[in-house]
C-alpha cells in the first residue's frame, strides 16, 4: 500500500531518517529525571545506544473490527513528529490493507479491500487529535527518545507521567514501571468515539504482557479503551525492532 502512494511513501522515508549518528546514551543523562522513569530508561537503553529519533517495527497480531482479526504491519514512529502504521487483515479471507497515519501536522486512515475498494477513509481535525494520543501513548515503543517529553512524579507508587507536546495540545501519559525497570503499562485521556459515544476524552490504556529482551520496550501488548484504568483490548499485537545500532536507512514496506 505504501509503495503506491508516493506522499505516504516520502513521508515514511522522512519520518524513518536518521542522518547523522546521533550520540550515544550514557545512564548520567537521566540524572534529575523522576526515579521511576530513570529505572525504566537505564533498563531499557544500553550504554552506548544510539539515541535514534525514530523507531521502525514489524508487529503481528488482532484488532477487533466485529470479530478479532489477524493481521501484520510494519510501523515508522518519530515522537512527536508522527508515525505511519500499514497493515494487512483479513476479512473474510480478503485482504483488506491501508495504513494510519499522523505527519506534517496532519492525519489520515486508508484502507481498501483487495487494494481497489474504500472500506475506510477518515481525517480531519478531530482525526489528528486522536493520533496524536496514540502517538504518545506508544512512547514506550521508542525509549531512545525520552528527551522529547518532560517527566513527572506519578501521584501512585512505581508512576511516572509523560508530557508530550505533538501538534498544539500537550498529551499527558502516565507510565507504570516494574521493580526491574520494565514497564508495566500505560494509561491516558485520548481523543476519540468510542462506539455509540461523541467525540471526547476517553480513558485509553496499554497492558504490556512481554518484553522484548534486546531493547527494554513491549514485544507483546493489549490496548484499547480503559474501563476502570483496564485497556478492554481492540488491540492485541506482538511487535519486534527492524532498527540496529547498525541500520541508517529507513525503508518503507514494500521496497
Not at 142 to 169: K, S
Request: hydrophobic share 40%.
Amino acid at each position: 500500500m505504501i509503495e503506491r502512494c508516493g506522499s505516504v511513501h516520502g513521508e515514511w522515508q522522512r519520518l524513518g531518517a536518521t542522518g547523522v549518528r546521533p550520540e550515544p546514551f550514557e545512564p548520567t543523562m537521566v540524572e534529575g529525571l523522576p526515579e521511576p522513569v530513570r529505572r525504566w530508561l537505564i533498563h531499557a537503553i544500553a550504554p552506548g545506544t544510539p539515541l535514534w529519533a525514530s523507531v521502525e517495527l514489524t508487529m503481528h497480531g488482532a484488532i477487533r473490527l466485529g470479530a478479532w482479526r489477524r493481521f501484520t504491519a510494519k510501523q515508522v514512529l518519530a515522537p512527536p513528529n508522527g508515525y505511519i502504521w500499514a497493515a494487512t487483515a483479513r476479512f473474510f479471507g480478503l485482504p483488506v490493507t491501508g495504513y494510519d497515519r499522523l505527519s506534517s501536522g496532519t492525519a489520515a486512515m486508508r484502507w481498501r479491500l483487495l487494494g481497489l475498494i474504500p472500506v475506510m477513509t477518515a481525517a480531519g481535525a478531530d482525526v489528528v487529535r486522536s493520533a496524536e494520543g496514540r502517538l504518545a501513548a506508544e512512547v514506550v515503543l521508542a525509549p531512545t527518545t525520552f528527551r522529547a517529553a518532560t517527566w513527572i512524579l506519578g501521584d501512585e507508587p512505581d508512576t511516572v507521567v509523560g508530557v508530550w507536546r505533538i501538534g498544539g495540545d500537550d498529551q499527558r501519559v502516565k507510565l507504570h514501571i516494574g521493580a526491574a525497570g520494565n514497564v508495566l503499562g500505560v494509561l491516558m485521556q485520548r481523543w476519540g468515539a468510542p462506539v455509540g459515544a461523541p467525540y471526547g476524552q476517553y480513558p485509553f490504556g496499554v497492558t504490556v504482557e512481554v518484553e522484548r529482551p534486546s531493547l527494554g520496550s513491549p514485544s507483546r501488548r493489549r490496548s484499547g479503551p480503559a474501563g476502570g484504568g483496564v485497556p478492554t483490548g481492540r488491540r492485541r499485537a506482538s511487535s519486534s525492532a527492524l532498527r540496529s545500532p547498525k541500520r541508517s536507512r529507513s525503508t518503507p514496506p514494500g521496497t
